[in-house]
């Protein structure tokens, strides 16, 4: 399985202020087909998960363009531009160029 | 609009088993691989089941692998996943997942809870 590690493990951030969260696969998520099959998301308290970044830096439908993603085949950054009360959330970054898809660990975001 | 909507969970006695169904909508499940995730309470998510778009190829996560299996009804475009023998530590929010024009897509989760 690609282990997927994230970090901070938590983040307490100022509303206004940018936050970033980074995220570390064992093995490229560059697949031949030139997608990056890394993919963010943000769980809030009592829901599903939801999807915000999809292969490295597309944006998923409705999401503020103050989330955006980055990185490498190995390296990746999801950043918020300024962070609003209402980005609280577990954090997960999850590659899917192969199954098992896996997660890593998840970022807890709080607000200051 | 595309949707998934997961059924079947509930309250199961340890070894006892389950269907889990997920219901397609909006998007043809015989155009992509699909795929269950489940999260324990308070933990992480974990994949643990996978068949291919053609669904000739499943694949089974360790924990899961020899009680579990993943299955699709095309004509009821239809996900399934039946659970034998199971244990206290497969309680937690199932969900079908599965890609639409490339972009990732789930259902809103079902609750299983494993206990006596």
């Known amino acids: 399985d690609i282990l997927m590690t994230q970090t901070p493990l938590s983040l307490s951030v100022t509303p206004g202020e940018p936050a970033s969260i980074s995220c570390r696969s064992r093995?490229?998520?560059?697949?031949?087909?030139?997608?990056?099959?890394l993919d963010w998301y943000v769980q809030k308290p009592g829901q599903s998960p939801q999807l915000l970044i999809y292969?490295?830096?597309n944006r998923a439908s409705g999401v503020p363009d103050r989330f955006s993603g980055s990185g490498s085949e190995t390296d990746f950054t999801l950043t918020i531009n300024r962070v609003e009360a209402e980005d609280v959330g577990v954090y997960y970054c999850m590659q899917r160029i192969e199954f098992p898809s896996t997660f890593g660990q998840g970022t807890k975001v709080e607000i200051k | 609009q595309a949707q998934l909507v997961e059924s079947g969970g509930g309250l199961v006695q340890p070894g006892g088993s389950l269907r889990l169904s997920c219901a397609a909508s909006g998007l043809t499940i015989s155009n992509n691989y699909m795929t269950w995730v489940r999260q324990a309470p308070g933990r992480g998510l974990e994949s643990i089941a996978y068949?291919?778009?053609?669904?000739?190829?499943?694949h089974y996560a360790d924990a899961v692998k020899g009680r579990f299996t993943i299955s699709r009804d095309t004509a009821m475009n239809s996900l399934f996943l039946q659970m034998r023998n199971v244990r206290a530590d497969d309680t937690g929010v199932y969900y079908c997942v599965t890609e639409d024009g490339g972009v990732p897509f789930w259902g809103q989760g079902v609750l299983v809870t494993v206990s006596s």
């Open positions: 068949i291919s778009s053609t669904g000739s190829s499943t």
């Open positions: 292969a490295l830096s």
């Open positions: 093995l490229s998520l560059l697949d031949s087909d030139g997608n990056t099959y």
